[in-house]
């Protein structure tokens, strides 16, 4: 079975500088990965994903994500961050079946 | 805008009742997908159809069922509702049954069991 995880429940940053939200997968076959950020009371937004090629992926608002496959990670970075960021971030992966596992979510602070 | 619409927004019943919540997907997606978070649980999917086929099913109780009717629209129904059904009900579309199509999620709907 697939799975998701995220292993800090919340991360720390002051604004301007670079953040990393973590995550790690498992998945048999190839993985298909999502970032998604959700802010308060609405509903998840698609940042970016990973399906094939490379192992850097730009999305939107100027987050990236890095797919290491002898890692299983695929952490979500930014240069820069900014207050506006903060919000909870959650790392999924889909498979063959089509079915989208999340993972627990990390809220990320950014602080001014 | 996500362009997925989910009513009603808030929803607050007594236990035991039984409540429909309903999903309008975005233009041209034919999958709809029912996702539960709780602050303790996260996202749990639920349910997926596909062209008002069931596709995919997930941690979905016997009380809950869903459908996904010929104009696409989605409704999720939860019956002899308990206090731990309180959650937030979130549904997702996407464009077909294809493994990169991201998922594109409505506001939710925030059930209170009182």
């Known amino acids: 079975a697939q799975s998701v995880a995220q292993p800090e429940d919340q991360v720390n940053v002051a604004e301007g500088n670079p953040l990393t939200v973590k995550c790690t997968y498992s998945?048999?076959?190839?993985?298909?990965l999502f970032w998604y950020v959700q802010y308060p009371n609405r509903g998840l937004q698609f940042l970016l994903k990973y399906i094939t090629g490379d192992n850097l992926v730009k999305g939107s608002y100027g987050f990236e994500a890095e797919f290491n496959k002898s890692q299983t990670s695929f952490h979500l970075k930014k240069p820069s961050a900014l207050v506006s960021d903060s919000a909870l971030y959650f790392c999924a992966v889909r498979d063959a079946g089509n079915m989208l596992t999340f993972g627990g979510g990390t809220r990320l602070m950014v602080k001014p | 805008d996500s362009g997925v619409t989910q009513t009603p927004k808030h929803l607050i019943t007594a236990t035991g009742q039984r409540v429909t919540l309903r999903c309008s997907p975005r233009s041209g997606d034919l999958s709809v997908y029912w996702y539960q978070q709780s602050l303790d649980q996260g996202l749990q999917f639920l349910i997926q159809?596909?062209?008002?086929?069931?596709?995919a099913k997930g941690n979905i109780l016997e009380r809950f069922s869903a459908q996904q009717f010929p104009d696409l629209h989605s409704e999720l129904n939860l019956s002899s509702l308990e206090l731990g059904d309180s959650a937030l009900y979130f549904c997702?579309?996407?464009?077909?049954?294809?493994?990169?199509?991201?998922?594109?999620f409505g506001n939710g709907t925030r059930l209170t069991v009182t």
């Open positions: 997702a579309s996407s464009v077909e049954r294809v493994e990169n199509s991201p998922l594109h």
């Open positions: 998945v048999s076959g190839n993985p298909y």
């Open positions: 159809y596909y062209n008002g086929e069931e596709r």
